[in-house]
């Protein structure tokens, strides 16, 4: 029985049965699991690459960063790191010989892990396959590549303060908390942000724009959040990557193929139940007034839709069960940001593989069809039809989209 959960922890971890079976089964199995709840490897792993050999390029409003590699290797890798150097950087965010790191590592949220979770995570990550990459990390333009300046950032938006529970709240409540808030670090792209990049923790968790997409609210909001979802479909789509509401695209199907879907069954209850009962956005309950139907740039969105767009999602935008999503009262259609929205119409999209849910239903590109005005119009109308109400979407915010598709972002 041993042998067996040995080799099956070093499938599960790229590395070979010999080298597990030098390490305690249980302590590398706990920080398997963590690095799932952390989703380190949907970030530093980039497509097609070796497993956390470094990730893909992340554009940030002061630059661009790239997730190093955190194989073992001792070269260009964390070999070389002690325990302790791993403490620091997920308690503090300083790394190997004092190194700061920016918050787009989220040792913010990780700071409020258990040492002991650390310390699990530690060892799991000491039997990974190591991987020779060199990686340059800090790329961002003077004066924010001067690592120096998170000490002033720290100090101002950063506390360190491990998890506390809610003594008035349930277990189960508390357990998704932590998750949400501490491994799981949601708020690092649903949170909108400071000037200096900081949460706006009055706005936790109601959408923000990152790497030209937007994470939608979800709070507790019924209009634009997942209040309105029961708690199967919220369920079902933190584990398969969709539901009635949708499919999950761009960095969201990669943090549910690489860490929720993966989750146990009891861990997504919990954050279902943190969720669930989370304060809605202020200000967002009431819906505004709809674009009138009579508006030019709805009718021309209505004349596009129904050629493009209907026998998919239906003259009635309720779509087709398992296969096309409602459009129809869709929190992730009213959103404020419209960032994710023009880029599914003008790339398309195909959901997130993962074990529950192996097929993965697509959307075709209409860039080469629709331009950036037919495009606009057909949002506009799409965020105003069957009950939706949403702000009207301006062509140069598709432009902008489109722009950044061409050159790979």
């Known amino acids: 029985m041993k042998a067996l959960a040995i080799a099956a922890i070093a499938a599960a971890s790229f ?177 909108p942000k400071t000037f200096m990049g900081a949460d706006k923790q009055k706005l936790a968790l109601t959408g923000a724009s990152l790497q030209g997409w937007f994470a939608p609210n979800i709070t507790g909001d019924k209009r634009i959040g997942i209040g309105g979802w029961s708690d199967e479909e919220l369920s079902a789509y933190l584990k398969t990557g969709r539901n009635s509401y949708g499919r999950a695209s761009g960095p969201m199907a990669e943090a549910i193929e690489a860490s929720t879907s993966k989750m146990t069954d009891a861990d997504i209850k919990a954050i279902v139940t943190y969720l669930k009962d989370s304060a809605a956005s202020s200000g967002s309950a009431t819906a505004p007034q709809p674009a009138s139907a009579d508006d030019p740039h709805m009718k021309a969105g209505a004349a596009i839709y129904a050629v493009s767009c209907s026998a998919c999602h239906g003259s009635d935008g309720k779509g087709e069960k398992n296969m096309f999503p409602s459009l129809a009262g869709n929190p992730a259609v009213m959103q404020s940001g419209t960032e994710t929205l023009a ?52 062509s140069g915010d598709v432009s902008k989209a489109r722009s950044l598709l061409r050159d790979g972002s």
């Open 15 to 191: 590395i070979t049965p010999a080298v597990a079976g030098q390490m305690d089964f249980d302590t590398v199995s706990a920080g398997r699991y963590q690095a799932i709840l952390g989703d380190c490897q949907a970030c530093h792993t980039r497509p097609g690459g070796k497993p956390f050999a470094g990730g893909a390029p992340l554009e940030t409003p002061f630059g661009k960063l790239v997730p190093p590699n955190i194989t073992p290797d001792p070269t260009t890798g964390i070999g070389n790191w002690t325990e302790a150097d791993f403490q620091r950087m997920m308690k503090k965010g300083v790394g190997h010989r004092g190194v700061r790191l920016y918050p787009a590592m989220p040792y913010p949220a990780y700071s409020k892990m258990p040492d002991k979770d650390i310390a699990d995570l530690w060892a799991y990550m000491r039997t990974v396959q190591p991987v020779v990459n060199e990686v340059k990390s800090n790329q961002l333009p003077f004066p924010f590549n001067i690592r120096a300046v998170m000490i002033g950032w720290n100090w101002i938006n950063f506390d360190g303060a491990p998890f506390k529970p809610d003594p008035n709240k349930s277990d189960l409540w508390n357990r998704g908390a932590y998750i949400v808030n501490g491994p799981g670090h949601c708020g690092t792209c649903h949170t």
């Open 343 to 394: 880029r599914v119409v003008l790339a398309g999209t195909q959901a997130a593989y993962t074990a529950a849910a192996p097929t993965s239903p697509a959307m075709p590109s209409f860039a080469w069809r629709l331009n950036d005005q037919q495009t606009a119009d057909l949002l506009t109308y799409i965020r105003n039809s069957w009950g939706n109400a949403a702000a009207p979407v301006a």
